[in-house]
């Protein structure tokens, strides 16, 4: 599998993105379509999540937010925090994320559910948990597996694809003109 991670800051406005893509051919599933995952940061932490046609947005928490953009930037850490805990744990137990599915919105809450297998010499187990979507996509990104989300909410969901366009285009005008500060 392959990943692609980039970065784009301004020092005057601590903007920035991080953005992630898996390179995995895209399969056709009527149920569900997979998405890649960015951070945003402008003063709240929104987690940007799209395919090729539509991005949608998840507010998340500061400290999630710092939690799946160093999972993206691939960034060493002193000593494991709680999801580097988890990781740990499955990979004692030869447990691995299978993938991260966004299921539903009610209200203002968005719910997921992240998908784990374990195989040993006795068989394969799987099981499907219930979760916080930003604890899904923390573990997915930190494993590198596919995000999904279910069709009929990524159908329901506003299209937020120019406000990401136009993120992009502010803070790469920011870069070029610090390089032409240089």
């Keep these: 599998t392959h990943s692609h991670t980039h970065t784009h800051t301004h020092p005057h406005t601590h903007n920035r993105i991080t953005g992630y893509r898996l390179g995995i051919s895209e399969k056709k599933n009527k149920r569900y379509t997979m998405v890649w995952c960015g951070v945003v940061w402008c003063g709240v932490v ?51 994320v299978e993938r991260a599915v966004i299921t539903d919105l009610k209200s203002t809450t968005y719910y997921a559910r992240l998908v784990l297998k374990q195989e040993n010499s006795l068989g394969q187990n799987i099981a499907d948990i219930d979760a916080r979507p930003s604890d899904c996509l923390a573990l997915a990104v930190a494993q590198k597996r596919p995000i999904f989300v279910s069709r009929e909410l990524f159908e329901q969901v506003d299209d937020m694809s120019e406000v990401l366009r136009q993120f992009n285009k502010g803070t790469q005008a920011d870069e070029d003109a610090e390089d032409d500060e240089d």
């Design 46 to 96: 929104s987690i940007f999540l799209g395919d090729e046609n539509k991005v949608f947005v998840i507010q998340v928490e500061h400290s999630m937010g710092q939690v799946i953009e160093m999972f993206l930037k691939e960034e060493e850490k002193e000593r494991p925090m709680t999801h580097d805990l988890m990781l740990n744990v499955f990979r004692v137990f030869g447990v691995k």
